[in-house]
């Protein structure tokens, strides 16, 4: 080892007050290391890879935007042009879909949890739902998909699993777009009590 090398390793040891001091410092770079590995972890966590219920939430959100623009447009071009469905609002299985997912979410505040689901359900559905406490609701999380119970050519019966059991979901046909008309355990499967 070089003279330098022994000099740097004896002045940490030459007295307390020297020990104290490298103690303290290698304290604060430990610290700093652990700061800048936390914050990195941080940003990486802000941009996960989407996850099934991350693309479910975002048609619940595809869904109540499309809605929300449908209903601002002016009286006189919803007079001449009938608005189009979303490609997602035409397909029973994503709107059932997409409203279990908003459904099983009942610690968000109740108006957030009532827009997101009233445009996807039928007037009648929507009344009930404005009379429905959120966390009455008992499940939490939609796992794996729908399955198609019954079918005609004005309403769809499709079965959702939730972490609480199994629902099925009722639609209707509104013109183009398929409405939720109901939710209900699935009593069959031992579904949500």
């Not at 990486?44 to 996850?51: D, E, G, L, V, W």
């Not at 972490?163 to 031992?190: F, K, Q």
Request: some cysteine; hydrophobic content about 40%; glycine content about 6%.
């Amino acid at each position: 080892m070089s003279v330098r090398g022994q000099q740097l390793w004896r002045w940490p040891l030459w007295s307390w007050t020297h020990l104290a001091i490298t103690c303290t410092l290698m304290a604060l770079v430990l610290t700093g290391l652990g700061r800048l590995q936390a914050s990195r972890e941080d940003r990486s966590a802000s941009h996960p890879t989407p996850s099934p219920t991350q693309t479910a939430e975002s048609a619940v959100n595809d869904l109540a935007s499309t809605d929300a623009s449908a209903a601002s447009a002016s009286p006189s071009s919803a007079e001449t042009v009938e608005a189009s469905p979303s490609p997602s609002m035409s397909n029973p299985v994503v709107v059932a879909r997409a409203f279990v997912t908003a459904w099983s979410r009942p610690y968000d505040p109740a108006p957030k949890w009532r827009g997101r689901l009233t445009p996807m359900a039928t007037p009648q559905f929507a009344a009930q739902l404005s009379r429905t406490d959120p966390l009455r609701v008992p499940a939490t999380a939609v796992v794996g998909d729908g399955v198609e119970v019954s079918k005609s050519a004005t309403s769809v019966t499709i079965r959702h699993t939730t972490d609480n059991g199994r629902v099925l979901v009722t639609l209707a046909r509104s013109g183009p777009r398929w409405l939720v008309a109901a939710i209900a355990p699935d009593e069959s499967a031992g579904g949500v009590p």
